[in-house]
């Protein structure tokens, strides 16, 4: 069975820090995802994740895949406060398209 | 394109009223899937579909049934409400194959009291 963790839970950083959250899974993928929610929002998609070593970056964040480890990370660099969401990550299975399976969620809060 | 829609945006029932949750896409996509959110738990897949007229369970099915009788709609319904389904409901769609990343609709709060 595909579990996927996410540490931290909650995160609090103040604006200008850099922080990284990360997400484990426990059996073999090749596709990773994360997302982005703000409160009584729906989820926004921020990165695709296909192969072993991907990385991604969009503005202040950037996203990598380590499948050997059953790794991925989201990098913050000089967090601001529009950072502040719940960010998830989701994992298919090996089997191609197989149901995302999610993380509970880093429920990040960035303070001036 | 509308993407993913859901109706209604918000419910409250009583226990033991049924009712149907209807979601639409309009990316002609293959596969949606319906999730529950409950503070702390992350997203829980309900149930889920690959193609019109087929369905499946997640990891949640207890409580709820599926229809999949068009291609653009996936509907969940309860059909005897408690107050353990009071969530946030959230539908999500995408192609078959590709990189299967899903579009999620804005989502529905459902009360049950």
């Known amino acids: 069975e595909l579990k996927v963790e996410q540490n931290p839970l909650f995160l609090s950083m103040q604006e200008g820090k850099n922080y990284t959250i990360y997400c484990n899974y426990s059996?073999?993928?090749?596709?990773l995802y994360w997302y982005r929610q703000d409160p009584g929002k729906s989820l926004e998609s921020l990165f695709v994740?296909?192969?072993?070593?991907a990385v991604k970056q969009e503005g202040r964040l950037m996203a990598s895949l380590d499948t050997k480890a059953r790794l991925s990370t989201l990098h913050i660099t000089a967090a601001v406060h529009d950072l502040s969401a719940t960010y998830f990550c989701?994992?298919?299975?090996?089997?191609?398209?197989?149901?995302?399976?999610f993380g509970k969620g880093t429920r990040l809060s960035v303070i001036a | 394109n509308a993407g993913v829609t859901q109706t209604p945006k918000f419910r409250v029932l009583k226990t033991g009223q049924s009712m149907t949750l209807l979601c639409a896409q309009d990316?002609?996509?293959?596969?949606m899937y319906w999730y529950r959110q409950d503070p702390g738990m992350g997203l829980r897949l309900i149930h889920y579909?690959?193609?019109?007229?087929?369905?499946a369970k997640g990891e949640v099915p207890d409580g709820y049934n599926v229809s999949r009788l068009k291609k653009q709609n996936f509907l969940l319904g309860l059909e005897s409400a408690a107050p353990s389904q009071t969530s946030v409901y959230f539908c999500?769609?995408?192609?078959?194959?590709?990189?299967?990343?899903?579009?999620f609709g804005p989502g529905t709060r459902l009360t049950v009291l």
């Open positions: 999500a769609s995408t192609i078959a194959g590709g990189p299967n990343e899903q579009f």
């Open positions: 059996t073999t993928s090749d596709r």
């Open positions: 994740l296909l192969s072993n070593g």
């Open positions: 989701a994992v298919v299975g090996f089997s191609g398209n197989t149901p995302l399976v």
């Open positions: 990316m002609n996509h293959e596969y």
């Open positions: 579909s690959v193609g019109e007229g087929t369905t």
